[in-house]
T-cell receptor
Framework: DADVTQTPRNRITKTGKRIMLECSQTKGHDRMYWYRQDPGLGLRLIYYSFDVKDINKGEISDGYSVSRQAQAKFSLSLESAIPNQTALYFC?????????????????????FGPGTRLTVL | DAKTTQPPSMDCAEGRAANLPCNHSTISGNEYVYWYRQIHSQGPQYIIHGLKNNETNEMASLIITEDRKSSTLILPHATLRDTAVYYCIVRLNTGNQFYFGTGTSLTVIP
């Protein structure tokens, strides 16, 4: 079974509709992220959450909201979808680790991504 | 926050080493260099990361210059399945965000 799942995998909707994309994880990680990907623009961070009570805006949060219902669940909502929100959306999780022996004791991260949700807004 | 610069595309012959460069001239002392790859429309996949020393795992090797201003990801024997977009990322200090950029599209040619 996949560690990070997203539902739905594909969705077509109309302008003005409310849409919710859901993400679930079985990795036990506290940190969860939502990204969108547009052709030629790489991945851009929408929102992230470091635990159930923590929500932070990313690069492009306008027009989106999120809910962290539990450690394992992080939902992304488009309150009133518009065509330029047509994109591929990815959820990710991570857990910081400390690498021993390094100067400064710097922590590092490995992010684990879901399979993506392709959203089309007509 | 340190950003990265990568060539937009590269080709590599199957079986040969693929060397993917990345410039990160504004990297700060405690920032790691990460490499991820994304195979067509799938979720990105972690490959390797490093701070100062060269690193190797079962997937690839990472060579970081002494001044840490650039690095190279090496896939020692590229296969057709290595065709993907490769992202070089420097971890931002604030908020633990990752800036993915546009990456390098690697095509492995039979």
């Amino acid at each position: 079974d996949a560690d990070v799942t997203q539902t739905p995998r594909n969705r077509i909707t109309k302008t003005g509709k409310r849409i919710m994309l859901e993400c679930s994880q079985t990795k036990g990680h506290d940190r969860m992220y939502w990204y969108r990907q547009d052709p030629g623009l790489g991945l851009r961070l929408i929102y992230y959450s470091f635990d159930v009570k923590d929500i932070n805006k990313g690069e492009i949060s306008d027009g989106y909201s999120v809910s962290r219902q539990a450690q394992a669940k992080f939902s992304l909502s488009l309150e009133s979808a518009i065509p330029n929100q047509t994109a591929l959306y990815f959820c990710a999780t991570s857990e910081p680790k400390v690498r021993p022996g390094l100067a400064g004791g710097s922590s590092y991260n490995e992010q684990f991504f879901g399979p993506g949700t392709r959203l089309t807004v007509l | 926050d340190a950003k990265t610069t990568q060539p937009p595309s590269m080709d590599c012959a199957e079986g040969r080493a693929a060397n993917l460069p990345c410039n990160h001239s504004t990297i700060s002392g405690n920032e790691y260099v990460y490499w991820y790859r994304q195979i067509h429309s799938q979720g990105p996949q972690y490959i390797i990361h490093g701070l100062k020393n060269n690193e190797t795992n079962e997937m690839a090797s990472l060579i970081i210059t002494e001044d840490r201003k650039s690095s190279t990801l090496i896939l020692p024997h590229a296969t057709l399945r290595d065709t993907a977009v490769y992202y070089c990322i420097v971890r931002l200090n604030t908020g633990n965000q990752f800036y993915f950029g546009t990456g390098t599209s690697l095509t492995v040619i039979p």
